[in-house]
């Protein structure tokens, strides 16, 4: 077979999605809503698992970060102290050809010619700024007083609630406040599969430290970061950091990475770690008079904090997990004959289905009886699937195309049918080696938490 190009790898992946119930195009039986997107069962548990081992890192795991969870809905005043009603745009053109709207950014160039990348078109508009933020009214009155956006980030909440954080919790320099929840963005031209949504979900971090530390734990949080995507299975030669160069930082920040994945549309940003100085505590002072100076007990100075951000996107993230999984490789049939399997290899923590369970038989009721007692025994641990129907070979390739890193089998040996040394023994297969050994039934838990977490 000869290895697929990368927009027929992409195809394959956005297809597998789709009829493995990870991810579907919202409102599909209306005809879609453009940028948007829900998961399914099994994208919803892929979800939960890199947003909670994203948690237990960065907060559980640490004595420095406290977390929250801010509203969705934003003052306008917050957005404007921010930069963002007045800046946060981005240049359109639009095609006269096909009336395409484009950003300016995704326009080809053909022997110096600017051309609309789908139908070729020259005849192209002046670029004109397009703010991308939602704007809703609250209450029932639609007069300006009632304008509110939907955060276009979840950074804001937390500089806001800044000073009431720092009273509740007590937590000395250097400290973060972490968040995780959805972001809204009226993107000109959603694309590349969730890559880029108009809703979608952030992970971030607000560190604050002394000024004279910033670049210090830029660094720092970087290095951390890069260590988070290798311990999710993403390895690092596929990570690139670029260091953003100064005419494409934002004006207060004084160093900024993109951490980018090598996805088949290219190396594309999944996250960047920002020092943004002291600029959106000093606006938030400014707009709203309320001090939000930190003071300092020891040397009683107040001052306003710098912060440094690492802000990753979870749709980014899981896009780039089930990129990195998708292998097609050669395993073997129930009658021995090698053929080719999908297999999502995902890293055992984050994986949706941990463990499924297969009675060599459906119609034998004691090999049913014990599988279901072995589901019993681990549902308390890790989420499992029990499933009976099929040849045993077909219900392995089901599961290594959604990325189950192991799968037990109940036999007639586990009964101590055939050879009593091996009764309360299952045979443990696992995902990405197809390799197969004979487990305790009593060791089991252990071991399969052993090789998850
Ligand atoms: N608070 C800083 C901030 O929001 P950003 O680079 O605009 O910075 C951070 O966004 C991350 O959020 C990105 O690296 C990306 O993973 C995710 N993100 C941003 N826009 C997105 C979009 N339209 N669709 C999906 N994810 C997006």
Sequence with gaps: MSAPTDAQRMEKIVSLCKRRGFIFQSSEIYGGLNGAWDYGPLGVELKRNLKNYWWRVMVHERDDVIGMDGAILTHPEVLKASGHVEGFSDPMIDCRTCKAHLRADQLVEKKGVKQCPNCGGKDLTEARQFNLMFETHVGAAAEESSIAYLRPETAQSIFVQFKNILEVSRKKLPFGIAQIG?????????????????????????????????MKWLDYWLEERLKFYENIGIPRERLHAREVPDDERAFYSKGTYDIEYDFPFGFQELEGVAYRTDYDLLQHQKASGKSLEYFDDE????????????????????????????????APNDKGEMESRIVLRFHPRIAPIKCAVFPLLKNKESLVAKAKEIVDLLRPHMFVFYDESGAIGRRYRRQDEIGTP???????????ERDPALRETVTLR??????????????LVNLLISRIH
């Design 406 to 416: 192991f799968c037990v089998t109940v036999d007639f040996e586990t009964l101590g």
């Design 299 to 330: 040397t009683k100075q107040r001052f306003i904090p710098h912060v440094v951000e690492p802000s990753a996107g979870v749709d980014r993230t899981i896009l780039a997990v089930i990129c990195d999984a998708y292998a097609e490789d050669q």
């Design 430 to 443: 696992d995902r990405d080696s197809m390799k197969q050994e004979r487990v305790a039934i009593r060791e």
């Design 182 to 214: 959805k972001a809204f963005r009226n993107e000109i031209n959603p694309r590349n599969f969730t890559f880029r949504s108009r809703e979608f979900e952030q992970m971030e971090l607000e560190y604050f430290c002394r000024a004279e530390e910033g």
